[in-house]
T-cell receptor
Framework: DGGITQSPKYLFRKEGQNVTLSCEQNLNHDAMYWYRQDPGQGLRLIYYSQIVNDFQKGDIAEGYSVSREKKESFPLTVTSAQKNPTAFYLC????????????FGQGTRLTVV | SQQGEEDPQALSIQEGENATMNCSYKTSINNLQWYRQNSGRGLVHLILIRSNEREKHSGRLRVTLDTSKKSSSLLITASRAADTASYFCATDAGANNLFFGTGTRLTVIP
């Protein structure tokens, strides 16, 4: 089945540690995105990538890093520099990113303990 | 910020009633999309309306777009308990990504 998969579903991190969230898609989409969602809030864009080996900062990129070495994969690293990392993280992909329909993963809930 | 704003923030209706949600945005767009999110899950695409369209239907959904007022509305007719979710509008704002609103939380009471 085609789709977009995020893992893990739940993740716990100690303060001061880096952690990487996985996002894989088999939809052959060029564009991929990472969003952060806080309780009762909308989605805020962290990073997006229009093509392999290229990515752009979104509105809240500080304390996060990404890579796009393969078309199918767009992992997000939450670094120790992110002061308030506890949130729900959503990965999405779309055919070409030009405001086309986005397909979302089921999300990863990150909690700092 | 290019983020849209949905109104109302929360809406509670009886099953069978219609639900109307509104979205306002700030900049010119190529298209506007509506998504649904069940609690703790990812978003699911509902409908896309292009800037040169004024109205679009999909099943029980009806979307309107008024580019002069920079606003859109989503109407869900004959609501069901299963329609309970948060609904978000998203715009491209002429850029290569999507900007989401703050969402309307809809509760349909059986």
């Amino acid at each position: 089945d085609g789709g977009i998969t995020q893992s893990p579903k739940y993740l716990f991190r100690k303060e001061g540690q880096n952690v990487t969230l996985s996002c894989e898609q088999n939809l052959n989409h060029d564009a991929m995105y990472w969003y952060r969602q806080d309780p009762g809030q909308g989605l805020r864009l962290i990073y997006y990538s229009q093509i392999v080996n290229d990515f752009q900062k979104g509105d809240i990129a500080e304390g996060y890093s990404v890579s796009r070495e393969k078309k199918e994969s767009f992992p997000l690293t939450v670094t120790s520099a992110q002061k308030n990392p506890t949130a729900f993280y959503l990965c999405a992909s779309s055919i070409d990113g030009a405001g086309t329909e986005a397909f979302f993963g089921q999300g990863t809930r990150l909690t700092v303990v | 910020s290019q983020q849209g704003e949905e109104d109302p923030q929360a809406l509670s209706i009886q099953e069978g009633e219609n639900a109307t949600m509104n979205c306002s945005y700030k900049t010119s767009i190529n298209n506007l999309q509506w998504y649904r999110q069940n609690s703790g899950r990812g978003l699911v695409h509902l409908i896309l309306i292009r800037s040169n369209e004024r109205e679009k239907h999909s099943g029980r959904l009806r979307v309107t777009l008024d580019t002069s007022k920079k606003s859109s509305s989503l109407l869900i007719t004959a609501s069901r308990a299963a329609d309970t979710a948060s609904y978000f509008c998203a715009t491209d704002a002429g850029a290569n990504n999507l900007f989401f609103g703050t969402g309307t939380r809809l509760t349909v009471i059986p």
